[in-house]
């Protein structure tokens, strides 16, 4: 079992930069390939990026290659998301995700979730 908790998000304008934090429990957490998804008022979720176990592999998505980047601390039992240049109007919640097997891209390959967090930018 493994439990997330997001945190960070708030309300940026436009160009602007946050950073999100998942704190994970377990002792296993440097086991798990960990993502992270978005989903905006009335849209699906969508993913955005992960990261391997090691921190070694990640994967993004073209949406927001070059302006993201994830990276974790096993010591910490913490995955992060930098987020820059954050683009106006784009309101989400933002999800940190864990997988046991290899990262991918579907929500539905994740096996535990947090409760999310919103990023509000304004324009």
């Known amino acids: 079992q493994v439990q997330l908790v997001e945190s960070g998000g708030g309300l940026v304008q436009a160009g602007g930069s946050l950073r999100l934090s998942c704190a994970a429990s377990?002792?296993?957490?440097?086991?798990?390939?960990m993502g992270w998804f978005r989903q905006a008022p009335g849209k699906e979720r969508e993913f955005v990026v992960a990261?391997?176990?090691?921190?070694?592999?990640?994967f993004y998505a073209d949406s927001v290659k070059g302006r993201f980047t994830i990276s974790r601390d096993n010591a910490k039992n913490t995955v992060y998301l930098q987020m820059n240049s954050l683009k106006p109007r784009r309101t989400a919640v933002y999800y940190c995700?864990?997988?046991?097997?290899?990262?991918?891209?579907?929500?539905?390959?994740?096996?535990?979730w947090g409760r999310g967090t919103q990023v509000a930018v304004s324009s």
């Open positions: 995700a864990a997988d046991h097997g290899t990262y991918g891209t579907e929500a539905g390959m994740y096996d535990y």
């Open positions: 990261v391997n176990w090691s921190g070694g592999s990640t």
């Open positions: 377990g002792r296993t957490f440097s086991s798990y390939c």
